[in-house]
T-cell receptor
Framework: NAGVTQTPKFRILKIGQSMTLQCTQD?????MYWYRQDPGMGLKLIYY???????DKGEVPNGYNVSRSTTEDFPLRLELAAPSQTSVYFC??????????????FGPGTRLTVT | DAKTTQPTSMDCAEGRAANLPCNHS???????VYWYRQIHSQGPQYIIH???NNETNEMASLIITEDRKSSTLILPHATLRDTAVYYC??????FGYGQNFVFGPGTRLSVLP
C-alpha cells in the first residue's frame, strides 16, 4: 500500500490564482481530512469527509472547498489565493469506526507559498 | 473537546527513557487521550491512545493518572530518531462523529547523543 499520497509537494502561487491540492488513499478508509500547519504551530483542520459524497467544515474552512466523489480521493480547492494561505497542507485518512481505535494516517504534505 | 497543556520543549539523553507529560484537567469521561508525533516536516504519526487504563505498544507506553487529569508518554529507550514534536490530544471517539483532532503546539523533544 502507498498509504496517503499528496501532489504536488511544493507550489508557488501568485495572489488571486487558484489551484487544487490532490490527496489519494489506497487503504479503503471512510474518513479523510485536510489540515494546514503554519510555521511553528500545530495543525488546524480545514475540512473533513466521513464518506463519499459527504463533507463538513473544520476549524478554518474559509477560502477552501472540497469534494469527495470517490472513497479514494479528497481534493482541496483554493480559490483566489491569499498570502495568509501560505502553509503546509496535510491530508489524512482513517477507518472512522469509532470505539477509540481510530488512528489517522497522514500524507507527506504540500508546501504552498502565495506571493 | 478538552484542551491540553504540554511543556514547550524537553531534552533526553540517547538510550534513556523519555517521559513526556500532558495535562488535560477538563477531560470528560468519554474522551480518549491520543499521542502523535511529527518528525521534522513529515506528516504526523500515530503513537498510542488510551481511555483510562495504561497502554503499551511497540513504540511507547501511556500512563494515565487515576483521575485522568494528566498522562505521560514514555519512550523507554530514546534514540536520535525519536527527536520530534509530540502532540497530546484528547477527544471523543463516537461512531459517525467527525474525527476532529485538535493539534496544539506540542512538545519538542530533542534526543541528545
Amino acid at each position: 500500500n502507498a498509504g496517503v499520497t499528496q501532489t504536488p509537494k511544493f507550489r508557488i502561487l501568485k495572489i488571486g490564482q487558484s489551484m487544487t491540492l490532490q490527496c489519494t488513499q489506497d487503504m479503503n478508509h471512510n474518513y479523510m481530512y485536510w489540515y494546514r500547519q503554519d510555521p511553528g504551530m500545530g495543525l488546524k483542520l480545514i475540512y473533513y469527509s466521513v464518506g463519499a459524497g459527504i463533507t463538513d467544515k473544520g476549524e478554518v474552512p474559509n477560502g477552501y472547498n472540497v469534494s469527495r466523489s470517490t472513497t479514494e480521493d479528497f481534493p482541496l480547492r483554493l480559490e483566489l489565493a491569499a498570502p495568509s494561505q501560505t502553509s503546509v497542507y496535510f491530508c489524512a485518512s482513517s477507518y472512522g469506526t469509532g470505539g477509540g481505535i481510530d488512528e489517522q494516517y497522514f500524507g507527506p504534505g504540500t508546501r504552498l507559498t502565495v506571493t | 473537546d478538552a484542551k491540553t497543556t504540554q511543556p514547550t520543549s524537553m531534552d533526553c539523553a540517547e538510550g534513556r527513557a523519555a517521559n513526556l507529560p500532558c495535562n488535560h484537567s477538563t477531560i470528560s469521561g468519554n474522551e480518549y487521550v491520543y499521542w502523535y508525533r511529527q518528525i521534522h516536516s513529515q506528516g504526523p504519526q500515530y503513537i498510542i491512545h488510551g481511555l483510562k487504563n495504561n497502554e503499551t505498544n511497540e513504540m511507547a507506553s501511556l500512563i494515565i493518572t487515576e483521575d485522568r487529569k494528566s498522562s505521560t508518554l514514555i519512550l523507554p529507550h530514546a534514540t536520535l530518531r525519536d527527536t520530534a514534536v509530540y502532540y497530546c490530544i484528547v477527544r471523543v471517539d463516537s461512531f459517525g462523529y467527525g474525527q476532529n483532532f485538535v493539534f496544539g503546539p506540542g512538545t519538542r523533544l530533542s534526543v541528545l547523543p
